[in-house]
Each structure stands twice: as structure tokens, then as C-alpha cells.
């Protein structure tokens, strides 16, 4: 083994204690997305961690979010790696004090423990690892953002930049159950629709009326049909609304929708079709607008193939075997994937029943996935060296 990727591997491999202690502490801070008290909590406590080992970090203040906390490591010209996680839950605040930090074996229950608190333990000791080495082979960024859950509609601006230029993005997810980390997801988006018709009475004057509950009917048939399993693209109207009274012609109905694409160029065409198809008139006196209210970008196979056949190599090198999985859920490694840099998702320690409360984190994972995302980070500096 190389000298660099030897004392980081067996710094590591001490740190298990401490990484058990960490991620608890951080389980135990309630942090919702919209809670901006806690994930700020979580920030401070990652930075008194990386500060205690003379790590920088820069504190973005974010008024309406979460902080950002960025951390640059090494000096350079040479494209830089960087690793993301996000502080953020989907759990409300108050779920800790029912439904704690506990732990049965090997196994780690409570709010976030897998999705991604112990991503985040996983990505503070791997930075510390490196910090330990006398030189990196070439600079190594961090990010911590805290609005994953909901879209990052303040974290993405944060991500794009800081993955712009990089060689290659490690974004801390749980890895599945099976062991296996994320090569493909795919990109999603939601939508509203909203439609205006015209009210009228219903036994007196129906023909004056102009329905939006029809109008809106016709549509969700059209926008379900653009469904298609084959090519993995789907649209889901999973809530409607409208009308005021049964004896009312409705003067308005809305509809929440999902739709979901593996890769960009479905994504054009798909927005394309929907933004057609909503424009056009069902019935005359309606008229329909849409509006999107988030987006997550595909993180496109191709983008994650070279940079998972090393974390593969350097994971069977560490005496684990591990696969690229595909899967329909989205995350903000489809941001960094979508400008064209490698990226790998779903390394951090595994975990699964994510967004539930019987989530849990194996912590015999914990030691093993920092040891391979360091490995493989550090490679990424060898093979350009020429050492194999
Ligand atoms: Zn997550």
C-alpha cells in the first residue's frame, strides 16, 4: 500500500469509538430542513470537531436556511475532490426527544442516523485523516449543506459552485442495505397545476360555468400518459384539490405533480410535453398554468463508471465486495453528475428504512466506507502520478 493511503487507512482504523460517539451527538440534534436552530446546531458541531484538528471552515451565513460550512484542505493548481453531505432531516423537531439516539449491536437507530448523519461523521474523519498527511497530492474540498430533504433550493448554488472544475464528488448518502453505493439515480421534479374556470350555479345556469375539475381531469390523463416504465420516465398527480360546493360549477382545482427521468435529455423533452400540454385549452372559459416548485437533476451512469470501477478496486483491496446500484431517488449528486463531473453517491456508512422511524445505521460499516472513500480519493492523485 502506498505511505499516504497506509497512515490514513490505519488512523482510520482507530476511530471507530470516536466515530460511534460523533454520530450519536449528532443524532441527537434535531434538525430539520426548515429548522434552521438545529441544522445551525449541527454546523457548530462539525466545526468544533474539524477545528479542534486545525481544519479551516468557512461558515456561510444563510439568513432563510441553514448555514453552509465549506472546508478547503491542501494547496494547488491541480483540479481538486470534493466531498457533500447534508446536515438536514426529514424528521420534525421534537422527534429526538421521543425517539433518541439507540443501539442494538451493530446496529444505530434514531432521527437521521443513516440519511446521512453518519455520512456526516464518515466525511469529518476522513478529512481528518487526510489532514494528518504532510501533503496532499491535490487540494480536497468540503460541503455541508442543510436543505437536501426539500430540494436544496439554497444548498444547489453552493454545490454547483464548489463542483465546478472538480475531478471528482463523493457524496456521503447511506449506502443500500446490501452494501452497494448509488452509480445512476434519477433526476425528479414537482410541479403545480393550477386551473381557472368560470363558476356558475349548477341547476340554474350550468351551461354559464366553465369546470376546472373537468379540465384538470382531462389533463391528469394526459400527463399520466406520458408515463413511460420502459425508458424509466414517470409522472404522478398525487394530490388534487378544487371546487367550493358540490352544486358549484368549480372555479378552480390544482393538482401537486412528480415526474421522474434517468437522464437530462428526458428531462427536456419531458418539461417540453408537460409545458404543451398544460397551455392547452380543455374547455373554453379554462385556463391552466404550471409552476415548478423543485428539481433534482439525473445522475447519469456514465458519470459515475470510471470513478466507481477504483472505489470497486480500492473497496476489494479494504476485503469488501461492493456493486453500483440504480435507483429512482434523488439526491444532489445528480447537480455535480449534471455538469459533467464524475461523481459517486450513496459511500457513506450503510443504512436503510430511511424517512422512517425504524432507520438504522450498521456501525461496522462506519470504519470500512471512510477507509474506502479515502483510498479512493487518494488514487485518484496516484494514477496520475503514474504509479500503476
Ligand atoms: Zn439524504
New binding site residues.
Given amino acids: 500500500m502506498d505511505p499516504m493511503m497506509r497512515e490514513v487507512h490505519d488512523w482510520l482504523a482507530e476511530q471507530y469509538e470516536a466515530m460511534v460517539d460523533g454520530l450519536k451527538t449528532l443524532v441527537e440534534i434535531d434538525s430539520n430542513s426548515y429548522d434552521k436552530a438545529g441544522t445551525d446546531a449541527v454546523a457548530d458541531t462539525i466545526f468544533a470537531w474539524l477545528a479542534a484538528d486545525g481544519i479551516e471552515v468557512i461558515r456561510h451565513a444563510r439568513p432563510d436556511a441553514g448555514d453552509i460550512l465549506e472546508v478547503r484542505l491542501g494547496v494547488g493548481e491541480e483540479a481538486h475532490a470534493l466531498l457533500i453531505g447534508?446536515r438536514d432531516t426529514v424528521f420534525p423537531t421534537g422527534t429526538v426527544a421521543t425517539r433518541g439516539y439507540s443501539q442494538q449491536a451493530d446496529l444505530a437507530f434514531g432521527p437521521g442516523v443513516a440519511?446521512?448523519k453518519a455520512g456526516l461523521v464518515m466525511n469529518c474523519f476522513v478529512l481528518r485523516a487526510l489532514k494528518r498527511l504532510p501533503r496532499l497530492p491535490f487540494p480536497v474540498r468540503a460541503l455541508f449543506t442543510a436543505d437536501?430533504?426539500i430540494g436544496s433550493p439554497d444548498g444547489r448554488a453552493f454545490i454547483e459552485q464548489a463542483a465546478t472544475g472538480a475531478r471528482a464528488v463523493f457524496n456521503a448518502?447511506?449506502g443500500r442495505i446490501s452494501g452497494n453505493v448509488v452509480t445512476a439515480r434519477k433526476g425528479g421534479a414537482s410541479f403545480t397545476i393550477a386551473v381557472e374556470g368560470k363558476a356558475a350555479h349548477s341547476g340554474v345556469s350550468h351551461a354559464d360555468g366553465a369546470s376546472a375539475i373537468e379540465a384538470l381531469a382531462r389533463k391528469i390523463i394526459k400527463v399520466h400518459a406520458l408515463t413511460d416504465y420502459e425508458n424509466g420516465i414517470t409522472t404522478n398527480i398525487g394530490v388534487i384539490e378544487g371546487g367550493v360546493s358540490r352544486n358549484t360549477v368549480a372555479p378552480w382545482a390544482k393538482a401537486q405533480l412528480d415526474v421522474r427521468f434517468v437522464t437530462n435529455e428526458q428531462r427536456d423533452v419531458l418539461f417540453a410535453a408537460l409545458k404543451t400540454l398544460i397551455s392547452e385549452q380543455e374547455l373554453p372559459g379554462t385556463t391552466a398554468t404550471l409552476t415548478q416548485s423543485s428539481s433534482f437533476l439525473p445522475l447519469e451512469a456514465q458519470m459515475s463508471e470510471a470513478l466507481f470501477a477504483r472505489y470497486q478496486r480500492q473497496a476489494e483491496l479494504l476485503g469488501f465486495a461492493v456493486e453500483g446500484e440504480f435507483t429512482g431517488g434523488c439526491?444532489d449528486a445528480g447537480f455535480t453528475a449534471s455538469l459533467g463531473v464524475p461523481t459517486l453517491c450513496g459511500i457513506g456508512p450503510v443504512g436503510a428504512k430511511?424517512h422512517t422511524d425504524q432507520e438504522f445505521c450498521r456501525l461496522d460499516t462506519l470504519v470500512p466506507r471512510a477507509q474506502a472513500v479515502a483510498a479512493t480519493l487518494l488514487d485518484l492523485g496516484a494514477a496520475e502520478q503514474g504509479h500503476y
Fill in positions: 447534508h440519511d446521512m437536501e430533504e448518502e447511506p439526491s430511511m
